[in-house]
């Protein structure tokens, strides 16, 4: 079924009046996007505070609507819901109706990490692949990470280059549930991972019982994780979590245990390594990958 695509810029200033128009005249979904993406003022929103919602100065808003509505009436009421948006700043077009949550595969294609880990599409066979490979089958769903972002690539370099044979391993933030996932491919005896995030948590699961390791695999939001102490740890999340968490992280791991953190700017890398050195982490290394970094070290 196809939808009527409704789009214009205007201030962020404006935005929460012209969404709430939006919706009052039945869009079925509404988007924000840096007006000035693709330009030489295109500004990144990274990692946003607790509580805050920062917008670009300008913001494109695209609302779908069905596509039998009366696009006479839509731009009629909406002008007059916003009167400092003129007519002829609106654009109409219909756009085809598609899987979004799914079109990213038929892009998605094998993807080899360390010597022998392999994160494969759950929809691809794998073939021609010698007999050390470890291979991953993997449907991210809604969940954020699928190897392809190189946060996600420098934590799964580096459980492939661990000894994880045995051992239990915490993932903090796990997402898709990929780096538990390839901990327990890897030799892990037991994996646990933790996010808040319920769709982190339904993708997690079905990934593990694709892969055949769902018994190895418990999973919990943050406040329901009992106290481990586990063997190895990694956590995929962002600078300011990774700061503020550090204590309670680092407790999580037995003495001398390793563990890396990603999610991380290459400017924000050199803070945390100090952070964590005060609290007596050891053995700390800084490895890069376009503008993300991944600290790793030990607990002391």
């Known amino acids: 079924m196809p939808f009527l695509e409704l789009a214009f810029t205007l201030p962020s200033s404006q935005q929460q009046r012209a969404e709430q128009a939006l919706e009052d005249l039945g869009a079925l979904a509404v988007t924000l996007a840096d007006a000035r993406a693709d330009t030489p ?10 509580g805050e919602t920062p917008l670009w100065e300008a913001v494109r808003m695209q609302a779908l609507f069905a596509d039998g509505a009366d696009r006479r009436g839509l731009l009629a009421a909406l002008t007059e819901l916003l009167p400092e948006l003129a007519p002829e700043h609106i654009e ?3 756009v085809a109706d598609r899987d979004w949550t799914r079109a990213w595969m038929d892009r998605y294609q ?11 599409p759950w929809n691809i066979e794998p073939t021609d692949l010698d007999a050390e490979a470890v291979v991953l089958r993997l449907d991210p769903g809604l969940a954020f990470g699928s190897g392809t972002h190189a946060t996600t690539a420098l934590c799964l370099e580096w459980l492939e280059a661990q000894d994880l044979r045995g051992k239990t391993v915490l993932d903090y933030g796990c997402g898709s549930g990929i780096l538990a996932i390839a901990a327990l491919k890897l030799g892990a ?8 995030d319920p769709q982190a948590l339904t993708a997690s699961a079905d990934n593990a019982r694709r892969n055949r390791v769902d018994a190895q695999l418990a999973l919990y939001v943050p406040e329901a994780l009992p106290a481990p102490r586990c063997d190895a740890l990694v956590a995929n999340i962002l600078a300011a979590p990774l700061l503020e968490l550090a204590p309670r992280l680092l407790a999580a791991l037995a003495p001398g245990a390793p563990f ?3 999610g991380i700017l290459i400017e924000q890398a050199e803070e945390l390594r100090a952070h964590y050195v005060t609290l007596g982490a050891f053995e700390l290394s ?3 990958r376009e503008d993300w970094a991944r600290l790793s070290g030990r607990r002391g």
Do not use: T
């Open 41 to 50: 003022d295109e500004r990144a929103i990274l990692e946003p505070g607790v």
């Open 92 to 94: 109409l077009r219909v």
């Open 110 to 120: 094998p993807m080899r990490f360390g010597q022998r880990l392999w994160v494969y």
């Open 189 to 196: 005896a037991y994996a646990l991972g933790v996010d808040n």
């Open 260 to 262: 890396a953190l990603s």
């Open 286 to 288: 800084i490895a890069h």
